[in-house]
């Protein structure tokens, strides 16, 4: 998915009582690319990520987190 499509569907929803921004989705993709969870992809129209299929174990860890304790919410306060 682009980028600029995944930041719109994020702040459809719960993300934009939040107040968060693309920058800080852009700052949790690059996260999750460096743990390669994420693929990233230079295409005609700029980047597209994919989930890395090979680490379901962690997308599926990641899903099932909950609080304070996710990985998601430590990564935007970054």
């Given amino acids: 998915m682009y ?5 719109k569907g994020l702040s459809d929803r719960e993300f934009s ?3 968060v921004s693309k920058d ?5 993709l690059e ?3 460096k743990q390669k969870i994420c ?4 295409k005609k129209y700029g980047w597209k990520y994919y989930l890395n299929m090979d680490r379901y174990d962690k997308i599926k860890e ?3 987190e909950i609080g304070s304790g996710s990985i998601i919410p430590l990564l935007l306060n970054l």
């Fill in 62 to 64: 990641i899903t099932k």
């Fill in 39 to 42: 693929i990233k992809k230079k």
């Fill in 17 to 19: 009582r939040l107040n």
């Fill in 3 to 7: 980028f600029d499509n995944l930041a």
């Fill in 24 to 28: 800080k989705i852009e700052v949790v």
């Fill in 31 to 33: 996260a999750l690319v």
